[in-house]
């Protein structure tokens, strides 16, 4: 009886095996990339795109001359701030330290992040984009959702936003 058990346990296990792999196979491609590092000494968190050689351009740098990148290919760095609390799927940063402004990243809905990535170092590689918003637009966003505004003198903006083919963030 005892041998007849096993034999069965045996089958079991057997026929319950090609249901295993692919639900594994599944689950995986949610599994964060970071174990990939794990001997390294960051854990870096990927989405997207693997970030490539493009230039890199200091969050300061980016935000004090946005024309001259504007369009351009670029990897970005800095401190995330702010995460969409709905899905994830945009990431306010800012400078490292001390530093005013920032970026909102967004991602295409390709991807999204976590959304207690909040004060994670952050690097993007996408494209800069500027847009010049309105002087009414810019009275509105200060006046009804406190947004701080570097304003130029005619009371229009540069508000600059990166639309990010793939992230990295790490603690
Ligand atoms: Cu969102």
């Known amino acids: 009886m005892k041998t007849f ?5 045996l089958a079991a296990a057997a026929a319950a095996q090609p249901h295993a792999v692919p639900a594994q196979d ?6 964060p990339k970071a174990q990939e590092s794990a001997s390294g000494a960051e854990e870096v968190l990927r989405r997207g795109e693997p970030i490539g050689d493009s230039s890199r351009v200091a969050f300061a740098d980016a935000l004090k001359e946005p024309q001259r990148y504007a369009g351009k290919t ?16 945009w990431v306010e940063i800012g ?19 976590p959304k207690d990535a909040s004060e994670m ?4 590689e996408g494209k800069l984009k500027v847009k010049t ?9 200060v006046k009804d959702d406190g947004a701080k505004i570097k304003t130029k ?6 508000e600059v936003t990166f639309l990010a083919t793939g992230v990295e963030l790490w603690k």
Request: proline share 3%.
């Open 5 to 9: 058990f096993a034999a069965a346990l």
């Open 26 to 31: 599944a689950h995986q491609q949610h599994t």
């Open 74 to 89: 670029v990897v970005i760095e800095g401190v995330v701030r702010r995460v969409c609390q709905a899905e994830g799927c």
């Open 95 to 113: 400078p490292k330290g001390e530093g005013e402004g920032s970026v909102r990243v967004t991602f295409d809905h390709k991807f999204s992040v």
């Open 121 to 124: 170092n952050f690097r993007a």
């Open 133 to 141: 918003l309105s002087k009414e637009r810019v009275e509105h966003l």
């Open 153 to 158: 003198p005619d009371g229009t903006a540069d």
